[in-house]
């Protein structure tokens, strides 16, 4: 049993997500268990992974009002902490994500548009600055990490510039939250809504 588990099952990349996945869980399952003033923290760990993971486009969640929702029961620091470490850890994926179908045979086509080597060429000019208004502001970021990646963008920066732009910005939902007590039903209609 021991060696199936330290086995790689796939990629190095993949295998390594759901091992830090399995061990998130465990780790969480523990600190609620020890520490029932962690459990928003945990919750919002839960289901801010796959509101920001490859799939979040078809999932019916959005990760800012689970941010909001979380707050009520957490200071905003942790909040805005815990879902800043959960963004960076789905970032990670999602980057790798979007390298394997930015540059594999198909998406040809769309490196070769003009307007998307203009994009890249005008991405060049300020990287780090991009990605951080990028993840500040309510711009697409999949466009940015895009570009990034279509640039030959190193990841360290690229996840550094991230965080440096996500974090005030989870830090502004977590103080609303925190702050005005918006009713779940709001939240839920708004992630509905959306």
Known sequence: MTSWLLRLHGDRRW???LRGTVVAALAGAVLAFVLPPAIPLVWLTVLGIPANSPLSPVLPTAFEPLIIEAAKF????????TALGVYMYTEYVNWYLYGWVLQGERAGWLRR??????????FARAPF???VVFAF???PFWAVRGLAILRGYPLRPFLLATAMGRWPRFFLYAWLGYALHVPATVLVLVILGG
């Open 15 to 17: 295998d390594w997500f």
């Open 74 to 81: 957490a200071s905003p620091l942790a909040v805005s902490l």
């Open 113 to 122: 548009q003009r307007w998307v080597e203009r994009s890249v060429a005008f």
């Open 129 to 131: 600055v991009s990605v």
């Open 137 to 139: 502001t309510p711009l």
